[in-house]
């Protein structure tokens, strides 16, 4: 059996306007999560962004997914283990750092157990430690992600993207918890707002398949989320302004925010450049990243491999 396994796992952005808890699409930006049985004491060990933010502790969310694998598989969990996260994600912004670091901790422990679970099997352990399956069932597939719970499956169908399209993400320097974003919404929605959002997320979906990505305009808008947690971040609307007249061809919140992803195929930099001004005038600091689209998902290999 393994005695270690490494995973990388892609950030992703969730929601894309309409798909509340549904759409997910994994970005070209990743964390490493490494296991390893060893003589020593059990530690977690984090590195990299926002490390200050995140517990170098057995709380951390990836050691107990790892727990949550051997418990499943009926094996006890080591005396020993070393987990180790090399963190690239910025933390509690919108980026699904936490879906990462629990694949990590799955798919790592999972290998070190023998490999008793399938990705789909995985897939459903995440969501159900994550609260719902969109970022952790991108950052495992790869692409643009649909994903539907049924009972207490998740069911994901990944749609190819133009290997053109880009996310500018402006992320600034406040978090926002996914908790206090999610509490500031409504308990009952109306229906043209059902309606609003399900026509747009189809047409978004099929706005990318077909590559007719100029209905993206249209198809990201949303009456269910942003229009409640836009209230949490300052300059929200002058940052969707600021990037639409530099040419994106569409914007929408990060998964619960407070990072604004704007959509484009070209003037990435631009783009970026009016969205960290826009942010700046409301007297938030903010760092761009520019991102290309993550095709491949969560990979996961043991020293042993060849
Ligand atoms: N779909 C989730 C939400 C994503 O919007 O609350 C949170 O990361």
Known sequence: MSQNATSRIPASTTNLGPGFDVLGLALQLYSTVSLEITDNDTEVIVSGVDVEKIPSTPDHIAFQAVKSIFDRSGKQLPN??????ANGIPAIRGLGGSGTAILGGLLTANVLCGNPFSRPELLNFASALEGHPDNVAASMHGGLVISVKENDDIHTIQIPCDPALHVVLAIPEFTLSTKKARDILPKTVDFSDAIYN????????????????DML?????????????STLIPGFADVVAAATSAGALSIALSGAGPTIAAYCLDNMQEVGTQMQEAFKHNEIPCEIQILGIDREGAQVWSDGDS
């Not at 026509?199 to 007719?212: D, E, M, P, Q």
């Not at 305009?217 to 947690?229: F, G, T």
Request: aromatic share 2%.
């Open 80 to 85: 020993g283990l070393k987990l180790t996260i």
């Open 217 to 229: 305009s249209i198809a990201m808008n949303d009456s269910l989320h942003q229009p409640y947690r």
């Open 198 to 213: 399900i026509s747009r997320s189809s047409l978004l979906v099929a706005s990318i398949a077909t590559g007719k990505l």
